[in-house]
């Protein structure tokens, strides 16, 4: 699962992060092996003039590729952090060319809710702190199910 709970000395911390599928390694295939498909077609206009053409459109249409993958990549960096401790509870969420956007609130009044209407499925909130903010939007469904059970329990004892 794309988080991660670790102990701290205050309390405990809660790391999450989008499923990132695709390695630097499987990124380096997917590059090569569409560069090599689109030069198969210059196979049969080789030595002509057109190879030339076919190739300016095939440089074009890998770097597209190529900065289509790397924007999405940037576009997935987010991060957020929550930790619980006796005293508080804070979450920071962390996006790309964004400020970080902070929340804090006292763990008495922290209440935790799994809502099926919202902007995604199984829409995940914390309320406190006279504020209510989503938690983990980018997580499957299941994988919010699972979050919601963890946090219940957690911010309760």
């Known amino acids: 699962m794309p ?7 205050h309390g405990r911390k809660l790391d999450l992060w989008p ?3 695709m390695t630097a390694q499987g990124f380096a295939w997917f590059i090569g092996t569409t560069a090599a498909l689109l030069s198969l077609p210059l196979l049969a206009v080789l030595g002509t003039l057109m190879v030339w053409i076919l190739l ?4 074009v ?3 597209g590729v190529w900065r289509a993958l790397m924007a999405n990549r940037a576009d997935r960096q987010i991060h957020e952090e929550l ?4 005293e508080r509870v804070r979450l920071e969420h962390k996006a790309p060319k964004l400020p970080a956007r902070t929340w804090d609130a006292m763990p008495h009044w922290v209440t935790v809710h799994l809502s099926s209407e919202g902007p995604v499925e199984d829409y995940l909130t914390l309320r406190g702190g006279g504020r209510e903010v989503e938690l983990g939007a980018f997580l499957t469904p299941a994988e919010r199910k699972d979050l919601y059970a963890e946090l219940q329990r957690l911010i309760r004892t």
């Open 3 to 9: 988080y991660r709970w670790t102990e701290t000395t």
């Open 19 to 21: 499923q990132q599928s």
């Open 61 to 63: 249409a890998v770097g």
């Open 83 to 86: 930790t619980l401790s006796p």
């Open 56 to 59: 300016a459109f095939m440089f």
